[in-house]
Each structure stands twice: as structure tokens, then as C-alpha cells.
């Protein structure tokens, strides 16, 4: 979610894909996928990285990288086993641009940005500062100028995180003002009918009680992966990654989906899905305590890594879905994951 508005991140850093043992709920026990950095040093870097979304050829990604008060786009490309220096993405900046997020097939890009623009109703007044959702469309020569998105999706000025469904449906979080304890998010969908984006229309499940942020939407919307703060009991205070299963034009209960070293303290959000369906990407902020029992040796190292990717910034992990659905006791993952890959048809804008 947008950084302005979250605690400070930290960072955890963990193996590679493995299972561990964690006591979750009442006193039983489950097997819970632990989570791997994802491209560190290059992607997660020593900045403050959101989590990525790729081109259909899953070969080329973009993600925002926050530099204190601006976040930029960037854009990389896999090459081989590794991916290139990151390079900033032909349509963002100057202004704060974050959140980017690919429709299935690669021709639209929503993201969230804070720019000026001319009104279209009254063309002589000097352009204004406006944020929210907007939109750039695939060109032969890359990418279009950026394009503002309707009223009916920037519904207020806190519009955030947007994910695109098959059909050209844009979920995004919004909250219509900031109190003393910050925006109140909520969870909303807009409907692309007709060549038009309908007025959005909160979640059933996000009735503003819990503080509902950074939702992705699965290509078919058979599931929508979110973060959420106030429904784990108890509160730590943290976000952490839930999933909502659709139950025929509705949605059924919100399952949270717990991993291995979930409750570190810190907040998981940003969710995107790879292109196959079989990976989850996510930022969080996690970082173990420093055990100042270590010989010199390895502090030596532990440096090394900070100066790289591990100082306590945001940066991009992954854990693998189906396991994780499975894991946290939703049995029908395999075919949900499946079905969520249906191809969308190509007469679709996005």
C-alpha cells in the first residue's frame, strides 16, 4: 500500500522455498511455506521495493522503488537465470508513480500517481495536482502517456494498488479520508462494461471494520488475495495477507494465509501473482533481531548483504501459492489455481 500511509517495513532474511513447523490458532500445528527473496540486490535493493508485476512471457517486470518522499516505476528484464539493472519505466516521473500492475495480457498498465493536469472543463485554469489510478496502453514504440482514469474508479483523493482482472475489471483500496489514526481502507471493484469503467463498489467483506489494503484480483476473479490489519486475534498491529474465495457473484469467508515467520512484526502487503499462477509476490519488512553472538567472520558478511538489499527496507518476496493455499486448509487450491488461468478473451481492453 501506499508508503506514506504504513509503518516502517523490516526485513526477514530467509532461505529458500522450505516447509517449517508453526503453531497457529488453537494449540494444533501446520506445515507453513517459508518465503524466498526474490532477485536480491537487483530488484530488492537497498532501497525501499514494492512488489513486481510481470508481462505475460513473465521475462520482463516493473516495480516501485520509493526513495523517502517519490516513488518511481522501474522496469527490468530477465536475462538468462538473473535480471538486468533496473531502469526507470519510459512514463514514470517526475511525479510519485507507484503500484503498477499489467492486465493478463499485457496491454494495459494501471498505476497509482500524484501528477498535474490540465481540467477539461475549464482549460484555462492552471493545471492541479491530482492522484489516483491512471493508465498507459501498449504501443508499438512501448508505452502511451500516462491517462488519468475516470471518476468512477478515482472515487475519492486516496485511490491505491489497482489489480486487473481478465475481463478489464480494476480492483483497487481507496479510503474516503484520513482521521487521526489514518485512512480508513476499504476494498473496491469497478466494472468494465461497455467500453466503460462503472462506478466502483466496495467489497461485501470490506465493510470498513478492518483496515483492508493492496488487493490482487486473479485473472478469472475466483479469488482476490488482500492485506488487512485488526482481523488477526490477537491484533499485533500488522498487515497480513488474507484470501477471499468467490462463492457465485459474491464473495465468501475472508481465510487468512499464514507462513513460516508471519509474526515477526511487521507488515505484508502489495500481492501480485506471476503470470503462471504459481507464485506469490509480496513486500514486507521484516528483519530477525541481531544475534551479536556471531563471530566476526559472518558480521562481515551480514554488512555485506545490508549494503546490498538486507538494511531494514521493504523489498520483494515470494512463496509458492498452491502450497500456501493448501497449507492454510483450502483444499481446492489445486483446481482453484487452475481454473484462475483461464485465457481471457482477446476481444478484452485490457
Same mark, same amino acid.
Given at each position: /500500500?501506499?508508503?506514506?500511509?504504513?509503518?516502517?517495513?523490516?526485513?526477514?532474511? /530467509? @532461505? @529458500?522455498?522450505?516447509?517449517?513447523?508453526?503453531?497457529? !490458532?488453537?494449540?494444533?500445528?501446520?506445515?507453513?511455506? &517459508?518465503?524466498?527473496?526474490?532477485?536480491?540486490?537487483? *530488484?530488492?535493493?537497498?532501497?525501499?521495493?514494492?512488489?513486481?508485476?510481470?508481462?505475460?512471457?513473465?521475462?520482463?517486470?516493473?516495480?516501485?522503488?520509493?526513495?523517502?518522499?517519490?516513488?518511481?516505476?522501474?522496469?527490468?528484464?530477465?536475462?538468462?537465470?538473473?535480471?538486468?539493472?533496473?531502469?526507470?519505466?519510459?512514463?514514470?516521473?517526475?511525479?510519485?508513480?507507484?503500484?503498477?500492475?499489467?492486465?493478463?495480457?499485457?496491454?494495459?498498465?494501471?498505476?497509482?500517481?500524484?501528477?498535474?493536469?490540465?481540467?477539461?472543463?475549464?482549460?484555462?485554469?492552471?493545471?492541479?495536482?491530482?492522484?489516483? %489510478?491512471?493508465?498507459?496502453?501498449?504501443?508499438?514504440?512501448?508505452?502511451?502517456?500516462?491517462?488519468?482514469?475516470?471518476?468512477?474508479?478515482?472515487?475519492?483523493?486516496? *485511490?491505491?494498488?489497482?489489480?486487473?482482472?481478465?475481463?478489464?475489471?480494476?480492483?483497487?483500496?481507496?479510503?474516503?479520508?484520513?482521521? $487521526?489514526?489514518?485512512?480508513?481502507?476499504?476494498?473496491?471493484?469497478?466494472?468494465?462494461?461497455? !467500453?466503460?469503467?462503472?462506478?466502483?463498489?466496495?467489497?461485501?467483506?470490506?465493510? !470498513?471494520?478492518?483496515?483492508?489494503?493492496?488487493?490482487?484480483? $486473479?485473472?478469472?476473479?475466483? #479469488?482476490?488475495?488482500?492485506?488487512?490489519?485488526?482481523?488477526?486475534?490477537?491484533?499485533? !498491529?500488522?498487515?497480513?495477507?488474507?484470501?477471499?474465495?468467490?462463492?457465485?457473484?459474491?464473495?465468501?469467508?475472508?481465510?487468512? %494465509?499464514?507462513?513460516?515467520?508471519?509474526?515477526?512484526? $511487521?507488515?505484508?502487503?502489495?500481492?501480485?501473482?506471476?503470470?503462471?499462477?504459481?507464485?506469490? #509476490?509480496?513486500?514486507?519488512?521484516?528483519?530477525?533481531?541481531?544475534?551479536?553472538?556471531?563471530?566476526?567472520?559472518?558480521?562481515?558478511?551480514?554488512?555485506?548483504?545490508?549494503?546490498?538489499?538486507?538494511?531494514?527496507?521493504?523489498?520483494?518476496?515470494? %512463496?509458492?501459492?498452491?502450497? %500456501?493455499?493448501?497449507?492454510?486448509?483450502?483444499?481446492? &487450491?489445486?483446481?482453484?489455481?487452475?481454473?484462475?488461468?483461464?485465457?481471457?478473451?482477446?476481444?478484452?481492453?485490457?
Amino acid at each position: /500500500m501506499n508508503k506514506r500511509f504504513r509503518n516502517a517495513r523490516r526485513l526477514v532474511s /530467509m @532461505a @529458500a522455498f522450505s516447509l517449517a513447523a508453526t503453531a497457529w !490458532g488453537d494449540s494444533s500445528a501446520a506445515l507453513f511455506p &517459508a518465503p524466498m527473496i526474490f532477485a536480491p540486490g537487483v *530488484v530488492s535493493g537497498p532501497q525501499n521495493d514494492g512488489a513486481p508485476t510481470f508481462t505475460p512471457d513473465a521475462r520482463t517486470i516493473y516495480f516501485e522503488r520509493s526513495y523517502g518522499h517519490r516513488s518511481i516505476i522501474f522496469e527490468s528484464r530477465r536475462i538468462g537465470a538473473t535480471w538486468s539493472k533496473p531502469q526507470v519505466a519510459s512514463f514514470s516521473g517526475p511525479w510519485s508513480d507507484q503500484h503498477p500492475t499489467l492486465s493478463p495480457n499485457g496491454r494495459l498498465m494501471v498505476f497509482a500517481s500524484t501528477r498535474k493536469q490540465v481540467s477539461t472543463e475549464h482549460p484555462n485554469d492552471p493545471p492541479k495536482t491530482l492522484a489516483g %489510478l491512471w493508465s498507459v496502453q501498449r504501443i508499438k514504440t512501448g508505452w502511451s502517456e500516462p491517462v488519468r482514469l475516470p471518476d468512477t474508479v478515482n472515487i475519492s483523493n486516496l *485511490v491505491f494498488k489497482p489489480s486487473i482482472a481478465g475481463n478489464g475489471d480494476v480492483y483497487f483500496m481507496s479510503a474516503a479520508s484520513s482521521g $487521526a489514526d489514518g485512512p480508513n481502507w476499504r476494498l473496491f471493484h469497478s466494472a468494465w462494461v461497455d !467500453g466503460a469503467y462503472q462506478t466502483a463498489q466496495p467489497l461485501s467483506f470490506s465493510n !470498513g471494520t478492518y483496515f483492508d489494503v493492496d488487493p490482487y484480483i $486473479a485473472p478469472d476473479q475466483s #479469488y482476490i488475495v488482500f492485506s488487512s490489519r485488526g482481523r488477526r486475534s490477537p491484533d499485533d !498491529g500488522h498487515e497480513h495477507l488474507y484470501v477471499a474465495l468467490r462463492e457465485g457473484k459474491d464473495w465468501g469467508a475472508v481465510h487468512p %494465509l499464514r507462513y513460516a515467520g508471519d509474526d515477526w512484526g $511487521a507488515d505484508d502487503g502489495e500481492a501480485q501473482v506471476s503470470p503462471d499462477g504459481m507464485t506469490l #509476490y509480496f513486500s514486507s519488512g521484516r528483519q530477525p533481531a541481531v544475534d551479536r553472538t556471531k563471530p566476526r567472520n559472518q558480521m562481515l558478511a551480514d554488512i555485506a548483504r545490508s549494503e546490498a538489499w538486507d538494511n531494514g527496507n521493504t523489498n520483494v518476496w515470494t %512463496l509458492p501459492i498452491r502450497l %500456501l493455499f493448501e497449507a492454510n486448509g483450502l483444499s481446492s &487450491a489445486s483446481v482453484l489455481i487452475d481454473h484462475a488461468l483461464a485465457p481471457a478473451g482477446s476481444n478484452v481492453r485490457s
